[in-house]
């Protein structure tokens, strides 16, 4: 009897009320949820939703007796998947997110199949789904109008903080030193139609502090998670220009992709005209991103042919105030510079003078400064700290001379990095914090003073080893590393392109899309999505058709189908009436080279089609398979 | 889902009154009988999509935007795939097997299925829902269980040929009233039955009795073995034990038959089935028994097809 005849159904008066269970796919699901949920902040009004959620649908499933319920669950793991989407954009994140929604797909395909569906058929099953849904689903992404976030809902930071890993806008003895511990990634940037800038000048803005009381620096003007921009914004992004997007933007020289942090401000080059219309450059240097700021950023740069705005700003009382009195000693020696000579440039040139001659030393490993005079305590008595302390001395020391200062944080170098595929990128990582100083100079304005180069052992020393790595040209050839740093980097790669790619479709891609297909006609875009939906609707069922006859036909008959039509090419055709054992004795006879695998193959295919079913059918199957594939290929060799 | 609920997707329900019910010998399943409508499910899944949707807005992050739309394209493809399922689905009906009264009955269908069917559920309203996982190609034996209240010649109720599959989105039915009856005796029940008076034809049968010709049930002597016999009647295994070759006489027991009708003091309906109980009793028994009922005598006799006409004439009896 053919195959495709037997009756699945043998036994009618067994079958029973309809059964529910989703088996353990369900449970397959939630594992993966539960992954995907790593590095969630539970805090944030999203990532408490997606949590909450997360447990919910587990107690729900627990609970869960008939289909209905387990129905529900599966709808639960979908839209939980689809929140954590919102906050976890990386490629492994969302390769775990769409993982877990095939698997809670195939939970629900399982409930109307039956128990009697192994998980490989229902796995694929579920991809065909998807596969057939896509070109309808990438339609309406890419064709069905954007909306801008509702921001009466509260700070779009908040309701999407993720990690806050990274930066703080108070800056204290000791916290950049811990960051340097942490090799979690922190941004990566990529430079199109160019190499990155000499490692001298690598040096990524992020927070300008300028308040300083004596014993940490703070940042007043940053814009924390939630905060839109304020009123302290110098100007505004290129792409208020319908003509600039974001990422794909030809001249586009910095591709940035900013892990979440919780901060507004975001890393930059302190050159450059922001291309996106969430970009924002403030009067101090700050790069200001006023979407959300708990997710992922991308964002790009151009080339900009005149000096930053922000380096000529003229330094206000801020930049000058000082808590007189908290550290004498320092205070004193400033006060000495102050006589000696007038302007920045002096004061700078003095402090250096005096930095290099005290011997100072680069350590992460310091001691707690006092609470009293503490710089007086780091320059006079432990004469040793980290980039952190030192930038926070010398703008001391400059507003103590009466030079208007301030200390920046941020990055500095960086690893570059050529993956194999996707373009060259900088890699940024929280170990690559740094803090410096900036200086104002009259008639030259913001100047980068970089104490901790004036230091014994510090990274920016020159003559270091440690900052020749970083210095040379292309960080890859002197920095170590193994094949799992080298597989670590082509993953980065990869994840760099999928930020571009992925994050980079917004509201004004989509707007140049139309432009594009539509020119001025941009009035038919609703009849172009519906036409559009209707053919994918078409293609999709086509396409869902094709793959279930494709994977559930008559393999036994296709495999003997392929193996002659290459023996029809050889000129080897089965008589009339002649069966499959004596067509291949006789081929046996034509080709003798092809006796042991041939006669294999028609056992197999004949045990296949005759035997007893269960478990051992399906490694027949395959010895089946790869015997017709050595069959056919010896036949190919010797066509004659 | 247990047996005695209510069949799934109530919202489905009070669109099939309002549908009319296919007649027929054969149900084809096409454009013209064949009903779709979301889901409960589908309704939450909807709803699941546009709440992603908004998140998406809201975070400006493409992840739940792409997802809603994935989303919502399933469910404009699970409208067409659920409506595949049934389309060109053929059922006729089997021959059905007689059943008693109040008691569980299997009616026979035939499914031809084109191409494939999956997730595939029935019931005979009312009643719980049935399924099988997936059907092939070919034809398929169904047997629908269901219990008749009443005897004589009877339909179960309409059917209802539904599913959900692939993905529970949508229901996708079909009601018709199958056409072929049933014979349904009369439930057993034990009670009295009358014992009719058989003058006329005890004196026939007396005779035949002292005839006592030789019966084929069961044997009641030996003989030695003659040239002729059949060897059926040899009894072989005295021969085994060395005891000589002999013949097996068989004789009918000389039971005393008896022509049952209703007890003409109850309702005639409880007495048929005090009868129908008393049938099969008897039948159980091995005994000789006949039927008198109005119009209709049925001679005293054995075996299943006797049994079976004297249960019909119980089920068809008016």
Known sequence: MPLNTVPLNTGPLNAGPVKAGGGWLPWLAMGLLTAAAWGVAPFSVLGALSLTLLVLTALKLREAQQRREFRLVSLLQLVTAGLFGAQQAELGSTLLQGLAVLVALAGLLKLELGGGTNLGTLLRRSGQLVLAALPMALVLFLLFPRLGPFSNLGGLGQFGAAATTGLSTTLEPGTIANLTMDRSPAARVAFPGGGPPPASQRLWRVLVHEHFDGQ?????????????????????????????????????????????????????????????????????????????????KLYSLAAESSPAAWRRQAATAQDLQMAAG????????????????????????????????????????????????????????????????????????????????RVVSGYRGGTWVEPLGGSAFLDLRQSDAHAWSEVWIDGEGWRTVDPTAWVLGGPTTVGNP?????????????????????????????????????????????????????????????????????????????????????????????????LLRSCARSGLVPQPGETLGQFGRRLRLARPLLGPELEDFVDLLQQQRYGRPGPPQRQGMDRLRRCGQSLRRQLRRSPS | MGSGTPPSHPQAQPLSRWLPLQQGEVLKLGLRNLYIVPTGFGWLWLGGALFLQLVGIQTQSNGPVLLSFVMLALELLSLHLTHGQLEGLEVRCGQPEPAFAGETAAYPLIVRVQSACEGLEWCLTPGPLHGVASLGPGEHPLALEWTPQRRGLQRPGPLRLQTTAPLGLFVCWSRWQVPAEQLIYPAPKPGPVRQVPMADWREKTAAAGALAGEGSEEWQDLR??????????????????????????????????????????????????HLSDRLCLLHRQGQSYGLALTGLQIAPDRGSSHRDRCLEALALCR
């Open chain 1, 466 to 562: 440690a900052a020749d790595s970083v210095h040379s040209p292309l960080g890859t050839a002197a920095d170590p590393s193994g094949p799992l740093d080298w597989l670590a980097r082509q993953w980065w790669g990869l994840d760099l392109a999928w930020g571009e790619w992925w994050l980079g479709f917004d509201q004004r891609s989509q707007e140049m899309l139309l432009q594009r297909l539509l020119g001025p006609y941009r009035e038919w875009a609703g009849a172009l999505l519906l036409v559009a939906v209707a053919l994918t609707l078409a293609l999709g069922l086509a396409v869902y058709g094709w793959l279930r006859r494709r994977g559930e036909g008559d393999h036994l008959q296709q495999e003997l189908n392929q």
């Open chain 2, 224 to 273: 030695p073995h003659r040239r002729g016999d059949s060897s059926s009647r040899m009894a072989w295994k005295l021969l085994a034990q060395g005891r000589g070759a002999q013949t097996k006489r068989f004789q009918d027991p000389r039971l005393e038959p008896s022509l049952l009708a209703p007890d003409p003091a109850l309702p005639h309906e409880e007495a048929l089935e």
């Open chain 1, 216 to 296: 940490s620096w703070r940042s007043l003007n940053a814009g924390t998670a939630g905060s839109d921009a304020t009123g302290t914004d110098t100007d505004g992004a290129a792409g208020a220009d319908p003509n600039l997007a974001s990422s794909q933007t030809p001249g586009a020289t910095q591709v940035w992709l900013s892990e979440p942090n919780g901060l507004a401000e975001v890393p930059w080059s302190g050159e450059g005209l922001p291309l996106d219309r969430h970009l924002r450059r403030d009067g101090q240097g700050q790069l200001r991103y006023s979407g959300s700021v708990g997710v992922r």
């Open chain 1, 326 to 405: 908290t550290n004498p000693r320092l205070e004193t020696l400033a006060a000495g510079w102050r006589r000696q000579g007038s302007g920045g440039a002096k004061a700078v040139a003095l402090a250096e003078e005096w930095f290099r001659q005290q011997g100072f030393r680069y350590s992460l490993t310091n001691p707690l400064l006092p609470q009293t005079a503490p710089l007086d305590a780091l320059l006079f008595e432990q004469r040793q700290g980290f980039c952190g302390h030192y930038a926070s001395a010398l703008s001391a020391l400059m507003r103590a001379a009466g030079v208007p200062a």
